[in-house]
C-alpha cells in the first residue's frame, strides 16, 4: 500500500477515485471524528485519561491536546480494502516485500488503519506498509503536493510548531481552543517534515514522578541557544501547564521544561525483533528474554507495544479517549504480524535466488537468536565461487562483499556511552557492526535497553562525529558538579538530548535506541534526525566517526548490501 504515485505493483485491484471515498473506511463515524461539535476549546486538561502512562507522557499529552486541529478534519485516505498477505511495492532501489504469516488484513475492521482521535490521524498515517511501516522523505513530499490536508499534516507534530501554521489552516485546539498565528506559507510550517521527514515530540525533563520514583533529581540543564521554530521558547509549547496552572518542577521550583525535538517516525514492522531482548551479563546460551525490552522508541520511554499504542494514539491523533482494549490488541497483532525486507535490487535483481532476502525468510527467523559475529548470513552463496549460471554475479558479489564487511570487519569502537562502559568504562573495544547491530537477520541490538550515544545531533563533534545542525533547536546541556560524563565535557551543545530527557542523568545525554536495518532501501533518510539523506551518508558517518578506513569500493559494497536488507 502506498500513499504516494510512485510507481507500485500490488495485489489488489485498482477501483475508481468515487467507489474509492464511498468505501475505503466502514468505521463508526464516532472512531473518526470528534465526539463533540464544540470541540475546540472544551477539554479540560484536568480531564485527560493519563493513568497507566510513563512518567514522560502527562505533560507530553498536555502539550499536544494544546496544538492546533487542522481547519478541516480529513480521514486518512487511500487506504485499501484489504492489505493481502504477500505485497510487493516499488522503491528507490528495486521492491520491498511485506509478508503477513496470519493472513490478509481487512482495514475496515482494524484500528491500525482507523482514526480515533480528533485530527484525523490513524497509525497507518505515519507507518505505511509500502515504506517499510515508516515513510519515506519522497512519499511525505508528494502527499503533501497532492493534498496538504493530508492527515499528516496535522500541526500538532507535523508543523515545526503548531503556532507556525496560518490561522486559516488551522482550528482550536482541543484543549483551550489555540489556533495557528503563523504568518508564512503553509509550506514553510512544515519545513522539518518536508526536508528531513522528522516528526516533533515534546518531552518534559524527568518529569515527575520520578522513573522510578527513588530516581536522583535531573543531573543538568538545559538551555536553549538556538531555536528556528519556536517552540522551545514560547511558554505556551515550553512549560507545563494545567487549565492555566503550571506545573511546577520540584527541581527548581520553577515550571516544568518541555523540550521540543524532531525525529524520524520508527519503522513498526518486524517488531517481534525489537520487543524480544536479552538480559545480560551472561553468555547468550544462560541470559533469558526480557518481557519489556526497552527499545520500542527511539529513548526507550514507552514500556510495552501497548502502552506506545495507547499513548501514540492520544497524543500524536490528540484523542479525548484511549483506544479501546481490543483496538489496542488489533493494533499490536498487526504490528507484530508484519514483516518487512527488500525483496529485489535494482534492475530487477533477484533477492531470493539462492539467498535469503525478501520478507518471507525474515519471519520464519526465531526472534532473540543471536550468533556473533554473523547478524546476516543472508547472501552468503553470492560469496565466489558463485554458482554456475547465476546472473548479475558482479551485483551479487558487490553485496556478498558488503555482507562480509558488516559481520566481520573490525574497527575500534570508542566513546560511544551504552557500549564503552562494559567492561571496563572509557576502554575501546574492538567490534563490527554486528556488534550493536546483533539481532539475527533483523538487526537491532539483542540487548535490554540498548540505547547508545553514536554522535547523532552534535554530541561526539570531538570524536569525529558532526556538530549540532543549525536546522534544528540547539541545546546546550551543563550537567552539575559531581556527576559522572562518561565521555562529554561538562558542557555539551546537542539538537536532541536522547535518552536523558527521560532519565535526567549526563551519562544519557545522546543515546538513541539501536534500530533495526531491514527494509531501508524504502524509507530514507535516516538516523533519528534525518540527517543522511541515503545510505551512503550513513557509511560515511560511521567511517569517519569510529576511522574505520573504508576503501571507495568497500563504501560501495556495503551501500550496496544496505540497500538489499
Same mark, same amino acid.
Not at 468505521?27 to 510513563?54: E, Y
Not at 500538532?156 to 504568518?183: F, I, L
Not at 522528522?198 to 520520578?210: E, G, S
Not at 551504552?418 to 533483523?442: M, V, Y
Given at each position: ?13 485498482? /477501483? ?24 475546540? %476549546? ?36 487511500? /487506504? ?32 491500525? $488503519? ?8 490513524? =497509525? ?7 515504506? %517499510? ?27 515545526? =510548531? ?182 529485489? !535490487? ?59 564487511? $558488516? ?35 533483523? !538487526? ?13 545531533? !552534535? ?19 551543563? =550537567? ?23 532519565? !535526567?542523568? =549526563? ?59
Amino acid at each position: 500500500m502506498k500513499l504516494s504515485s510512485d510507481r507500485s505493483r500490488i495485489y489488489w485491484t485498482v /477501483v475508481p477515485a468515487l467507489v474509492l471515498i464511498a468505501v475505503l473506511f466502514q468505521v463508526p463515524m464516532s472512531a473518526q471524528q470528534p465526539t463533540s461539535p464544540s470541540l475546540p %476549546g472544551s477539554v479540560k486538561a484536568r480531564d485527560l485519561p493519563t493513568a497507566g502512562s510513563p512518567p514522560y507522557f502527562p505533560a507530553h499529552y498536555r502539550q499536544f491536546m494544546r496544538s492546533a486541529l487542522p481547519a478541516r478534519i480529513r480521514k486518512q485516505g487511500g /487506504v485499501p480494502r484489504t492489505i493481502p498477505q504477500f505485497e510487493i511495492d516499488a522503491d528507490a532501489q528495486g521492491e520491498i516485500g511485506s509478508y503477513q504469516p496470519a493472513g490478509a488484513t481487512q482495514t475496515a475492521n482494524n484500528a491500525f $488503519f482507523q482514526s480515533l482521535g480528533t485530527n484525523g490521524r490513524a =497509525c497507518v498515517t505515519c507507518h505505511q506498509p509500502a515504506g %517499510g511501516m515508516s515513510i519515506s522523505l519522497n512519499d511525505i513530499n508528494e502527499r503533501f503536493r497532492r493534498d496538504a490536508e493530508d492527515p499528516l499534516f496535522a500541526p500538532v507534530d507535523g508543523s515545526t =510548531c503548531p503556532k507556525n501554521v496560518p490561522s486559516a489552516q488551522t482550528q482550536g485546539s482541543p484543549v483551550e481552543g489555540h489556533t495557528g498565528k503563523g504568518t508564512g506559507t503553509v509550506a514553510s510550517a512544515y519545513t522539518t517534515l518536508l526536508k528531513r521527514g522528522l516528526l516533533r515530540i515534546a518531552i518534559p525533563l524527568n518529569a515527575p514522578p520520578r522513573n522510578p520514583p527513588s530516581a536522583a533529581k535531573t543531573e543538568f540543564t538545559i538551555e536553549v541557544v538556538r531555536d528556528p521554530y519556536g517552540c522551545n521558547i514560547d511558554p505556551e509549547f515550553s512549560q507545563d501547564e494545567i487549565d492555566g496552572q503550571p506545573v511546577i518542577d520540584p527541581d527548581t521550583g520553577k515550571p516544568l521544561q518541555v523540550i521540543s525535538v524532531y525525529r524520524r517516525p520508527r519503522i513498526s514492522a518486524n517488531l517481534t525483533f525489537a520487543t524480544t531482548a536479552f538480559v545480560f551479563p551472561g553468555p547468550p546460551s544462560v541470559s533469558t528474554p526480557a518481557t519489556v525490552s526497552g527499545n520500542i522508541m527511539w529513548d526507550g520511554r514507552e514500556p510495552s507495544l501497548e502502552n506506545q499504542a495507547k499513548d501514540a494514539t492520544l497524543g500524536h491523533a490528540q484523542a479525548i479517549a484511549p483506544p479501546t482494549l481490543t483496538q489496542i490488541q488489533q493494533i499490536v497483532a498487526f504490528e507484530t504480524g508484519f514483516f518487512s525486507a527488500q525483496y529485489e !535490487g535494482p534492475n530487477g535483481l533477484s533477492l531470493t535466488t539462492l539467498a535469503l532476502g525478501g520478507p518471507l525468510p525474515l519471519s520464519a527467523e526465531p526472534p532473540g537468536q543471536h550468533t556473533p559475529p554473523i547478524t546476516f548470513p543472508l547472501y552468503d552463496a553470492w560469496s565466489p565461487p558463485q554458482p554456475a549460471g547465476l546472473t548479475d554475479s558482479a551485483q551479487r558479489a558487490s553485496i556478498a562483499r558488503g555482507e562480509s564487511i $558488516f559481520n566481520k570487519t573490525t574497527f575500534q569502537i570508542s566513546n560511544d556511552a551504552g557500549i564503552n562502559a562494559l567492561p571496563a568504562p572509557g576502554k575501546p573495544i574492538t567490534g563490527t557492526c554486528s556488534t550493536c547491530h546483533s539481532q539475527r537477520f533483523s !538487526g537491532n541490538d539483542i540487548i535490554v535497553s540498548a540505547q547508545q550515544d553514536q554522535g547523532i545531533g !552534535g554530541t561526539s563533534a570531538a570524536f569525529g562525529g558532526p556538530s549540532p545542525s543549525p536546522d534544528l533547536p540547539i541545546f546546550k546541556i551543563t =550537567c552539575k558538579a559531581g556527576v559522572p560524563l562518561g565521555f562529554h565535557e561538562a558542557t555539551i551543545q546537542t539538537n536532541d538530548p536522547g535518552l536523558a530527557l527521560i532519565t !535526567g542523568k =549526563c551519562a544519557d545525554v545522546g543515546k538513541f535506541t539501536v534500530p533495526q536495518l531491514r527494509a531501508l532501501a524504502a524509507h530514507p533518510p535516516y538516523f533519528s534526525d534525518g540527517s543522511a539523506a541515503n545510505l551512503s551518508q550513513v557509511v560515511d558517518f560511521y567511517d569517519k566517526r569510529f576511522q574505520i578506513h573504508l576503501s571507495p569500493q568497500q563504501k560501495t559494497d556495503l551501500v550496496n548490501f544496505l540497500n538489499g536488507l
